[in-house]
Nanobody, 121 residues
């Protein structure tokens, strides 16, 4: 059974950093990070392939966020730097079988429970 568990959210001041982790249940999945702010639709933030490690970032986070994976630990990370108040949201990781990653929520079959990120002074 595929399970995804996020951790690492919290409260941070603007300009600060957080690292989110997504622990998977041992399957090599293509992983996407998504976020959803109150009253808004879920949006794709970044994704990483299950095979060659290729990555993609939404324009809103490019240059500030970095996605990576440690297959030995079955964990995918999202390093978030230079955080802004508009980054405030619940962040979810999602997985899909196969190696191609996308930032479209409809492409993913497995979801974590989410972790809250709040950027505020």
């Amino acid at each position: 059974q595929v399970q995804l568990v996020e951790s690492g959210g919290g409260l941070v001041q603007p300009g600060g950093s957080l690292r989110l982790s997504c622990a998977t249940s041992g399957f090599t999945l293509a992983i996407g990070w998504f976020r959803q702010a109150p009253g808004k639709e879920r949006e794709g933030v970044s994704c990483i392939s299950g095979s060659d490690g290729s990555t993609y970032y939404a324009e809103s986070v490019k240059g500030r966020f970095t996605i990576s994976r440690d297959n030995a630990k079955n964990t995918v990370y999202l390093q978030m730097n230079s955080l802004k108040p508009e980054d405030t949201a619940v962040y979810y990781c999602a997985g899909r079988m196969g190696h191609i990653a996308t930032i479209s929520p409809k492409d993913y079959d497995y979801w974590g429970q989410g972790t809250q990120v709040t950027v505020s002074s």
